[in-house]
């Protein structure tokens, strides 16, 4: 087995990455071909990676022009306890304001770690507000890549700090 194969992690590991962070890097192609990377906050969207957006944004003009996007969520500070998932996929850009406002509900729960429906009807008002200038990008994976420093062989938790 390379160390390649012992590195990669399985899908519950992957989902374990995704439910963790907190932060995606998404990479779309500029119209010259260079990269525009920005960290974006994410959540979950029928089951995908999913993020939301200003409709006007690079990454959505991008996106728009060619649905081609990277994805890298990533966690640890040292060599032995670095873990990643990379998404290499296709974007789908929603343009409705239902599927917008479930995005704002999603990103508020994920990061408040309140429900949505528990808020007054001002808050929720504000959250439709900020839905009608937003759009939801739902990544489709085509392929993920993922390795996980601590299970190097040779690594033990004293190399990692535990």
């Known amino acids: ?31 010259d071909g260079s990269a525009h990377l920005v960290p974006m906050l994410y959540f979950t969207f029928d089951g995908y990676p999913a993020f939301c957006a200003s409709p006007t944004s690079r990454k959505i003009v991008n996106l728009r022009r060619d649905p081609r996007v990277t994805c890298l969520v990533e966690t640890g500070t040292d060599f032995g306890e670095l873990r990643a998932v990379q998404i290499f996929g296709t974007a789908e850009i929603i343009d409705d304001l239902d599927s917008s406002i479930r995005g704002q509900e ?19 008002a504000g959250m439709v507000s900020l839905a009608r200038v937003r759009v939801p990008v739902i990544v489709k994976p085509e392929r993920i890549v993922s390795w996980d420093h601590r299970k190097w062989p040779g690594v033990t938790p004293a190399d990692v700090g535990g």
């Open 1 to 31: 087995m390379s160390n390649r194969d012992a590195l990669r992690m399985n899908d519950d590991e992957v989902k374990a990455v995704l439910d963790e962070c907190r932060t995606m890097y998404v990479s779309s192609l500029n119209a």
């Open 106 to 124: 999603y990103t508020y729960e994920r990061y408040s770690g309140r429900q949505f429906a528990d808020l007054d009807e001002t808050a929720r």
